[in-house]
């Protein structure tokens, strides 16, 4: 399945212009399970290369709970299954120690403009424990490869756009999440000399709209590489991610499979 984005020249952001960006699409030539409204989204999985130690990102059954917890929160928001993620601090010989996972799609955005992301998301099953293990923020993160294109910098054509969710309140811990909102909460930064150039760096995180603007300098547009969800290398997290929305599409992780919704 091909994500579609629409093409858009570097220009200054607008509302219209966000708009007139179009989404991703499930295509006519997708199977399509169920009611007609999902089809099956191809090419997802753990991209080797950014994945350390002996992590698990595997897509699953639930999880149904924790214990006591009953209705929509109690079950994956979609379907059956989600993203099951694990990964530990202090287990490799590496410096830092700790692990590092990213399960994405690194065929099905290639070449689609950064600047053509207005909607980005996901639901997530954190736990107490993840919080004792790492803060309030010790969660899964959003990551987009990307060419950056910055005109300062025309020899950088590699970089990270991590998306750091917001923190959960203590009455969603447990359970599965509300819809997260990439593009609204949360922190962003690039990695590596872009993210030094750019002011959005681990250090000095930026809000999506000032990202996009960072990146909107007046030379050739930033295009993505990949997207996914991924995890370290910091705390220990064992949880699941689920409904992972780019664009106008959700993808729903469920057991053996990857299934595109179209919403509007």
């Not at 910098?153 to 599965?176: K, R």
Request: a positive charge.
């Amino acid at each position: 399945m091909k994500a579609c984005f629409g093409v858009k020249r570097k220009a200054a952001l607008g509302a219209t212009a966000l708009l007139a960006i179009a989404a991703s699409a499930v295509p006519a030539s997708a199977s399509v399970a169920g009611d007609g409204r999902w089809g099956i989204s191809d090419h997802w999985g753990v991209i080797t290369r950014n994945t350390i130690g002996s992590p698990v990102a595997a897509l699953r059954t639930g999880p149904f709970g924790s214990f006591g917890v009953v209705g929509p929160t109690a079950r994956p928001p979609f379907g059956r299954g989600s993203l099951g993620i694990e990964v530990a601090d202090k287990s490799t010989s590496l410096t830092p120690p700790s692990e590092a996972v990213h399960f994405g799609n690194e065929v099905d955005f290639f070449g689609a403009p950064v600047l053509g992301l207005s909607q980005v998301g996901f639901r997530v099953f954190q736990t107490g424990e993840n919080v004792s293990y790492g803060g309030t923020r010790n969660l899964p993160n959003i990551r987009f490869e990307i060419n950056p294109n910055l005109t300062a910098l025309p020899s950088t054509t590699y970089s990270s756009m991590v998306w750091n969710p917001p923190a959960l309140p203590t009455s969603e811990l447990n359970q599965w999440s509300p819809y997260l909102d990439a593009t609204t909460t949360g922190s962003w930064f690039l990695t590596g000399a872009a993210g030094s150039s750019t002011g959005c760096n681990l250090t000095t995180q930026c809000t999506f709209q000032q990202l996009l603007a960072a990146l909107n300098d007046g030379g050739a547009q930033p295009v993505i590489y990949s997207a996914g969800v991924s995890k370290g290398r910091d705390y220990m997290w064992i949880g699941a991610v689920d409904g992972l929305r780019i664009n106008n599409t959700v993808y729903d992780f469920e057991p053996n499979v990857v299934r595109a919704r179209r919403v509007f």
